[in-house]
């Protein structure tokens, strides 16, 4: 009998912080894509924010971390940052194209990343390996694929908390209960980030 092929979701971020509107992403594709797996996979440095400097590595990974214990449906894939410089997300999939040359690969994005995706480098090849999944972002308008890329739309959760609102927030030192997982708002507090 054949063996079911592998649904693969690819969520790559910056994660910084990891937040609620991220896992609501993970939850809709588990759900509405059947995925049989889901990788986290937080970026070194965003090839579209070069100007800022994230939290360092360890700091988000261990946040991300915190955010995803005991939900054994996820796994965290280290390898951007492993490989440190700027993160590429051509360089990711070929890496899950060689590992699971059966699957099918779904790259989750939401709706605020899709008119930017010809500049993403490899533009071409990157539409041929992996179909584009969005995720409704309030404030954002429904999904339109530029040409040569393909993907569907989910429904989602559609949540309006970013990672730069969490960030301003504690800098103003207003509450970010509820936006974080509870682990996180603590690793946050104690690790004195972002302020
Ligand atoms: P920042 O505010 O610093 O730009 P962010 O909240 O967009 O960060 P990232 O880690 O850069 O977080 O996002 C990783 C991916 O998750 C991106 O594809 C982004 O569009 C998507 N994403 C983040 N927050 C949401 C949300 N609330 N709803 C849907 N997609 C989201």
């Given at each position: 009998m054949d063996t079911p092929v592998e649904r693969i979701g690819i969520f790559g971020g910056s994660f910084d912080p990891v937040h609620c509107g991220h896992l609501l992403v993970a939850q809709a594709a588990m759900e509405e894509l059947s995925l049989t797996r889901l990788f986290f996979i937080p970026a070194a440095q965003s090839?579209?924010?070069?100007?800022?400097?994230?939290?360092?590595?360890?700091?988000?990974?261990?946040?991300?971390?915190?955010?995803?214990a005991g939900q054994t449906r996820y796994e965290i894939d280290e390898q951007e940052i492993q490989r440190g410089g700027t993160s590429f997300t051509i360089d990711t999939v070929r890496d899950y194209v060689d590992r699971f040359p059966r699957a099918k690969l779904f790259y989750l994005i939401?709706?605020?990343?899709?008119?930017?995706?010809?500049?993403?480098?490899?533009?071409?090849?990157?539409?041929?390996?992996?179909?584009?999944?969005?995720i409704p972002r309030p404030g954002?308008?429904?999904?339109?694929?530029?040409?040569?890329?393909?993907?569907?739309?989910?429904?989602?959760?559609?949540?309006?908390?970013?990672?730069?609102?969490?960030?301003r927030r504690v800098k103003a030192g207003q509450s970010i209960q509820s936006l974080v997982p509870e682990a996180v708002v603590e690793a946050i507090r104690n690790s004195k980030l972002y302020l």
């Amino acid at each position: 009998m054949d063996t079911p092929v592998e649904r693969i979701g690819i969520f790559g971020g910056s994660f910084d912080p990891v937040h609620c509107g991220h896992l609501l992403v993970a939850q809709a594709a588990m759900e509405e894509l059947s995925l049989t797996r889901l990788f986290f996979i937080p970026a070194a440095q965003s090839p579209f924010k070069p100007q800022s400097a994230p939290a360092p590595a360890l700091e988000r990974l261990r946040m991300l971390r915190l955010a995803l214990a005991g939900q054994t449906r996820y796994e965290i894939d280290e390898q951007e940052i492993q490989r440190g410089g700027t993160s590429f997300t051509i360089d990711t999939v070929r890496d899950y194209v060689d590992r699971f040359p059966r699957a099918k690969l779904f790259y989750l994005i939401g709706a605020d990343h899709v008119p930017t995706l010809p500049a993403w480098r490899e533009a071409d090849r990157l539409a041929e390996l992996v179909e584009f999944v969005v995720i409704p972002r309030p404030g954002q308008p429904p999904a339109k694929f530029p040409s040569p890329f393909r993907g569907r739309e989910l429904e989602g959760f559609p949540l309006g908390v970013s990672s730069s609102a969490i960030r301003r927030r504690v800098k103003a030192g207003q509450s970010i209960q509820s936006l974080v997982p509870e682990a996180v708002v603590e690793a946050i507090r104690n690790s004195k980030l972002y302020l």
